[in-house]
């Protein structure tokens, strides 16, 4: 059985993981060391709570909290008898130290590859720079 695991980068209802996997119970931590060691203000925090809600609104089995990420998903995991785990892809050292500690835990792991507004793969100093690369492709696709 399957699972997905939203993370604050796929806070989407149209999630590439959600997607593919439309009956698949779903989580979403709130990462409770990255909260403690960052400050966030309140408003953000508020923000991402009511994006994990809408992208899990209508999916049964789903649940937001608070804990060790990779605690948190390896529970949910085994409390719905999953053996997969379905993400979607950031480039993030943290979602692949919770990856590798899920698959350690004997979880397999499908890693989804996100829908990007435009082809651009450079580094972005400047967004006014950026903007002037990427204008024609987002605009007029």
Known sequence: ?????LHGASLSNTDPALLANPDAPAIFVFDQPFLESTKIAFPRLQFIFEGALE???????????????????????????????HTTQ?????????????EAAGLGIIVYSPEYLTSFTGRVKRFSAFWRVVEKEVLHG
């Open 55 to 85: 992208a899990l609104a209508t999916r049964a089995n789903s649940r937001i909290c608070v804990g060790v990420q990779a605690k948190e998903i390896i529970a949910f995991a085994k409390l719905h008898n999953c053996t997969e785990v």
């Open 90 to 102: 950031i480039p993030s050292p943290e979602l692949d130290k919770t990856l590798d500690a899920l």
């Open 1 to 5: 059985m399957k699972m997905v695991w």
